[in-house]
């Protein structure tokens, strides 16, 4: 198992990655989705405002084309104001209020909303209004819907009516055209043709003609304007002009140009009068029967001007729900994501409580090479590791029981002869069970030297130690042991070696190792003790001529309760401790213990201890 996780494959980098993507893609959606929404209803607001605005300013220019002045305009003003929801005020132009749907709101702005003129009407606030011309004298600008003294009077519409429904029988009865009757802004009714462009058939031209005289009415008005125009031609010191009801004109005599200029660019300045003269005429002609020109105010209810909108519920809404979506995705994801990885946390979690319980094959499924999957590798190792040790710990405790069993049942059983009267207690019977108690307190003080190491207990008292002695010292312990085995022990040291250490832990160690020697040397062999000095380390080896140790079973000399010799007799039986208390003396003395050995010629054990002890562990 790595000790290190790749910062590509990094848990930390893919919530890092995740968390930026998430944000990035919510705030893009967010971003996307608001604007479109957000400019759909400005959009809306801004048509709908637009709107409000064009029919208020119609509405109040066909009241000012339709009556002379701005008495009783209260009654259109208002009930327009409650339906667009504004303040609409008229002021005279020289600020003289002439209505107000709502005066409480207070002062009006500063700057006006647009001019109410049915003869200068301002085409950018008529959506489908034709833009003025530059030589038609600005007659384009007058509202259609003034009528002034073309409005026809009710005997001479239903004349020209009549005239106008003879025509329509004509052409849908002749020609099978779809023909209807509309009425003009002055009474005089036209006839439509939807699809069929009648300006140079002969079809009903009889009919037609008749519905195209003037009237009488018509023909004041225009004998009115033709002498305003003429005037106005005259004081330019230009020809006469025949104005018609289309506002077309027609000259009456010839104009001769100078020496100077061409023809052409004699008509083309005398159009340009005759059109300022006609677009002039008409509005004097017109004025008496339209309302003054008034300024109009447009403002919010509150009697703010009406530069800004705010948007409608509805579309507040709408904005909400798409940022509402947004947020329900980024939640979606972020969940998925969050199952995604924890996920392995809880078959971490299962695999452990289930070892809780008791189930020792508890394990989980390693997927990808993050931090997680370290830990999940760690947990297989521990599981495995857990596994390995409850075996060794039930053999152990079965060899314990069996180890403890043999001097136990031997003890109780000759007490009970004795209780009985089947056997004497005299010396020797004595003597056999001081044999077996202590053999009995033998295995239990391995047991406890071995409990206090592995709870890290095992205190050292440490000293300058000179080893020649203390070897010496050892095969002299041994000695008896020996004799009776018929093994020879002997000491070689170089240069009298020196070191730090507990000398009754050390001794404790060497001991085990000779008398683990002596056990398994036939009679006749040897046992040698040596000890050498090389830098910093100490050597120690037990050498003897013994059986020797199999290949195989070599690397399980130093676990508890194991013996190459299966048997448990006094010679070679022991108690399978003193080579694993060897080991774990070793090891509290900062060293180490290993074993050669070579079938049918004998085995070395070996410890590597250094002269020194190791520093403390820095935390």
């Not at 003003?77 to 020289?94: N, Q, Y």
């Not at 239903?158 to 004509?170: F, I, S, Y």
């Not at 000398?503 to 002596?518: F, H, T």
Request: proline residues 6%; glycine residues 8%; contains cysteine.
């Amino acid at each position: 198992m790595s000790r290190e996780v790749p910062l590509r494959r990094s848990l930390l980098l893919r919530l890092l990655a995740l968390a930026v993507l998430i944000a990035i893609g919510s705030i893009a959606a967010t971003a996307w989705l608001a604007v479109r929404t957000t400019t759909g209803a400005i959009r809306h607001e801004q048509g709908q405002a637009l709107a409000d605005d064009a029919r208020i300013y119609d509405t109040l220019l066909a009241y000012a084309a339709t009556h002379p002045n701005w008495d009783g305009v209260d009654a259109t003003l208002r009930p327009l104001a409650r339906d667009v929801g504004r303040r609409i005020a008229l002021t005279t132009e020289a600020g003289t209020p002439i209505a107000d749907s709502t005066p409480a709101a207070g002062p009006l702005p500063s700057t006006s909303s647009a001019t109410i003129d049915a003869l200068a009407v301002d085409t950018t606030l008529m959506p489908g209004s034709t833009p003025p011309s530059s030589g038609d004298g600005g007659t384009s600008r007058i509202d259609p819907r003034t009528t002034g003294p073309y409005l026809l009077p009710p005997e001479e519409r239903a004349a020209l009516h009549g005239r106008a429904a003879d025509a329509v029988r004509c052409l849908q009865g002749r020609a099978k055209i779809d023909a209807t009757v509309v009425d003009g802004p002055t009474g005089r009714p036209r006839i439509d043709t939807p699809g069929t462009d009648l300006t140079d058939s002969a079809l009903c031209a009889q009919s037609r003609a008749t519905l195209a005289t003037r009237t009488a009415t018509e023909g004041k008005a225009l004998a009115q304007l033709n002498a305003l125009v003429n005037t106005c031609l005259a004081r330019r010191r230009l020809p006469a002009v025949q104005v018609d009801l289309n506002w077309t004109w027609m000259r009456l005599p010839a104009v001769s140009a100078p020496d100077s200029r061409t023809t052409a660019e004699v008509d083309q300045e005398h159009n340009r009068a005759v059109s300022a003269c006609v677009g002039t005429s008409r509005r004097e002609q017109l004025l008496p029967y339209v309302a003054p020109a008034a300024t109009l105010f447009v403002t919010d209810p509150g009697g703010r001007p009406s530069t800004t909108f705010d948007l409608s519920p509805a579309n507040q809404a709408r904005i909400v729900a798409v940022a509402g979506l947004v947020l329900l995705v980024a939640i979606g994801c972020t969940v998925l994501a969050g199952i995604r990885l924890t996920r392995p946390l809880h078959a971490l979690t299962g695999a452990a409580q289930r070892m809780r319980d008791g189930d020792g094959s508890a394990r989980v499924r390693v997927t990808g090479r993050d931090e997680i999957a370290r830990l999940a590798e760690a947990f297989n190792d521990m599981a495995e590791r857990r596994e390995r040790l409850e075996q060794v710990r039930r053999a152990m405790v079965s060899d314990i029981a069996h180890e403890m069993r043999t001097p136990v049942s031997n003890i109780r059983g000759w007490l009970e002869a004795v209780e009985d009267g089947v056997a004497a207690p005299d010396r020797r019977l004595v003597s056999s069970l001081l044999e077996e108690a202590t053999l009995l307190q033998h295995v239990i003080t391995d047991l406890q030297d071995l409990a206090e190491a592995d709870a890290g207990a095992l205190r050292l008292h440490r000293e300058q130690v000179y080893l020649t002695d203390l070897l010496t010292q050892v095969a002299e312990a041994h000695r008896a042991q020996a004799d009776r085995a018929g093994v020879t022990i002997g000491v070689r040291t170089e240069a009298d070696p020196q070191m730090d250490a507990d000398p009754m832990r050390l001794r404790q160690a060497v001991g085990n190792l000779v008398a683990n020697a002596v056990r398994h040397t036939p009679s006749g062999g040897r046992v040698t003790i040596s000890a050498t000095s090389a830098e910093a380390e100490v050597t120690i080896s037990v050498t003897d001529t013994g059986s020797g140790i199999s290949a195989e079973d070599l690397p399980r000399v130093f676990d508890r309760f194991w013996r190459a010799e299966k048997s448990r007799s006094r010679q070679t039986g022991g108690s399978g401790l003193g080579l694993a208390i060897v080991r774990k003396l070793a090891e509290a003395h900062g060293g180490t213990v290993s074993a050669t050995s070579t079938p049918t010629q004998g085995s070395t054990f070996t410890l590597h201890l250094p002269t020194q002890p190791p520093p403390p562990p820095s935390w």
